[in-house]
T-cell receptor, first 114, second 109 residues
Framework: DAGVIQSPRHEVTEMGQEVTLRCKPI?????LFWYRQTMMRGLELLIY????????DSGMPEDRFSAKMPNASFSTLKIQPSEPRDSAVYFC????????????FGPGTRLTVL | RKEVEQDPGPFNVPEGATVAFNCTYS??????FFWYRQDCRKEPKLLMS???SGNEDGRFTAQLNRASQYISLLIRDSKLSDSATYLC??????????FGAGTRLFVKA
């Protein structure tokens, strides 16, 4: 079975550019999480979707960050404009109602903003 | 104060040793507790859930003390393949997931 798929795996961009990160959750999973991991702050929850609806976005650092889930099989996290402090690994995770304890993480997108 | 606190280590142990990790959390309303494992430059993966009654999975034992707001993980008979970062995770409201900073373990031959 395919796990959570994220693209791109690596992204290098310049300050001020728009960055779009993509996630395809595991088929049949109804919840999706976006996380950011840095050495300084560890792993932080940015936003949580349930049945494609954003339930909690209190972790989104500022208005430059936005996330969408237009359907059950696709989500995006957009940063516009990007800044060097946004450099991090961004993980997407999904889970199913029938195994709510387990979040399945994608391989992550390593973002570097120069 | 961080919501979930762990000793960052590193813990350097020989193969076959027993090692224990501790974690404390600050939100008494937390409902679910987990240990995740993260290998270098990889994604986190669920190791085990943690229950008040304690739970065991092979060489791994997890305990939860709600009164003290304390979670532990015991690894017996350490293997080289156990080398990783162990993340203590607390969930509130069914989704609000807080990760600890992680404890690094190195198991040496």
């Amino acid at each position: 079975d395919a796990g959570v798929i994220q693209s791109p795996r690596h992204e290098v961009t310049e300050m001020g550019q728009e960055v779009t990160l993509r996630c395809k959750p595991i088929s049949g999973h109804n919840s999706l999480f976006w996380y950011r991991q840095t050495m300084m702050r560890g792993l932080e929850l940015l936003i949580y979707f349930n049945n494609n609806v954003p339930i909690d976005d209190s972790g989104m650092p500022e208005d430059r960050f936005s996330a969408k889930m237009p359907n059950a099989s696709f989500s995006t996290l957009k940063i516009q404009p990007s800044e060097p402090r946004d450099s991090a690994v961004y993980f997407c995770a999904s889970r199913t109602l029938f195994d709510a304890d387990t979040q399945y993480f994608g391989p992550g997108t390593r973002l570097t903003v120069l | 104060r961080k919501e979930v606190e762990q000793d960052p280590g590193p813990f350097n142990v020989p193969e076959g040793a027993t090692v224990a990790f501790n974690c404390t959390y600050s939100n008494s309303a937390s409902q679910s507790f987990f240990w995740y494992r993260q290998d270098c430059r990889k994604e986190p993966k669920l190791l085990m859930s943690v229950y008040s009654s304690g739970n065991e999975d092979g060489r791994f034992t997890a305990q939860l003390n709600r009164a003290s707001q304390y979670i532990s993980l015991l690894i017996r008979d350490s293997k080289l393949s156990d080398s990783a970062t162990y993340l203590c995770v607390v969930m509130t409201g069914g989704f609000k997931t807080i990760f600890g900073a992680g404890t690094r373990l190195f198991v040496k031959a």
